[in-house]
């Protein structure tokens, strides 16, 4: 059975670091690209970070750029995001995903988390 399971998420103040782990079973994650989107209230989910399965190629969109860092670590079957200088805007669910390729849209991943919840407050 395919699973993505998310952690990591939290209370954090602005200014501050979180980071978020994709843990993937049922399939191995060299194979895939995964995404990692978020979902704010009263807001569509958007894309945040994807790293690629062929050459480790990362994509930020640029809310997340010199902010996010995405990786992979293979033998833990696991996909990070570190985030830093967390802002109240980044505020959301976040959710990573899976697809054959990093793509721009949430339709076209085809296996979801359940999502970790992020809060920046003071």
């Known amino acids: 059975q395919v699973q993505l399971v998310e952690s990591g998420g939290g209370l954090v103040q602005p200014g501050g670091s979180l980071r978020l782990s994709c843990a993937a079973s049922?399939?191995?994650?060299?194979?895939?690209?995964i995404g990692w989107f978020r979902q704010a209230p009263g807001k569509e989910r958007e894309g945040v970070s994807c790293i690629s399965s062929s050459d480790g190629r990362t994509y930020y969109a640029d809310s997340a750029k010199g902010r996010f860092t995405i990786s992979r670590d293979n033998a833990k079957n696991t996909v990070y995001l570190q985030m830093n200088s967390l802002k109240p805007e980044d505020t959301a669910v976040y959710y990573c995903a899976a697809s054959t390729l990093c793509k721009n849209y949430a339709d076209e991943y085809d296996y979801w988390g359940q999502g970790t919840q992020v809060t920046v407050s003071s």
């Open positions: 049922g399939f191995t994650l060299d194979y895939k690209a």
